[in-house]
C-alpha cells in the first residue's frame, strides 16, 4: 500500500524585506555624525548659525534634530508599509516633499547666506541618506 502525502505551500505575511525601524536608525545615525561634522567644520570656518534676533543654533542641536526627524520618518515609513496602497513610492513622495518644507525656515528665518547654504546642505543630506535607505525597505505595492 502506497501513502500519498500532499502538502500545502506555505505562505507568510510577513515582509522578507528587513524591518525598517533597524535600518532607519541606523541610516539616521550616519545622518547625524555627517550634519554634525558639515556644522561643525563650517561654525569653525565661521558660519553663525544665527537668525535676525540673534539666537544662534548650537552645534550639538544638529545631531539631536537628526535622530528625531529620521525617527519621524521611520514611523512614516512604518505607518505607511501598512496603510498605503504603494507604499514606496508614497513614501518618497511624501519625504520629498517633507524635505522640500525643511529648508523653508532656512530661507526665511533671516539666517545669513552661509548659514542657509549649511542647514540647507544638512537637511539634503540626512535626507539622501534617511530616505533611500527606508525606501528600498518598503514594497511597490500592498
Request: aromatic content about 6%; overall charge positive.
Amino acid at each position: 500500500m502506497t501513502t500519498i502525502t500532499q502538502v500545502a505551500p506555505v505562505t507568510t505575511t510577513a515582509s522578507t524585506r528587513p524591518t525598517v525601524w533597524r535600518h532607519g536608525v541606523a541610516a539616521g545615525a550616519v545622518a547625524a555624525v555627517l550634519t554634525s561634522t558639515i556644522a561643525t567644520v563650517a561654525a569653525a570656518a565661521g558660519v553663525s548659525f544665527a537668525d535676525s534676533t540673534g539666537e544662534s543654533i548650537p552645534v550639538y542641536a544638529f545631531p539631536q534634530l537628526t535622530i528625531v526627524f529620521s525617527l519621524v520618518g521611520v514611523a512614516l515609513a512604518a505607518v505607511l508599509a501598512r496603510r498605503a496602497r504603494r507604499p514606496r513610492s508614497t513614501f518618497v513622495r511624501t519625504t520629498v516633499g517633507l524635505t522640500a518644507l525643511s529648508v523653508v525656515p532656512d530661507l526665511t528665518f533671516g539666517f545669513d547666506a552661509a548659514s542657509a547654504a549649511t542647514l540647507i546642505a544638512c537637511h539634503l543630506t540626512a535626507a539622501a541618506i534617511v530616505v533611500p535607505t527606508l525606501a528600498r525597505r518598503l514594497s511597490a505595492t500592498r
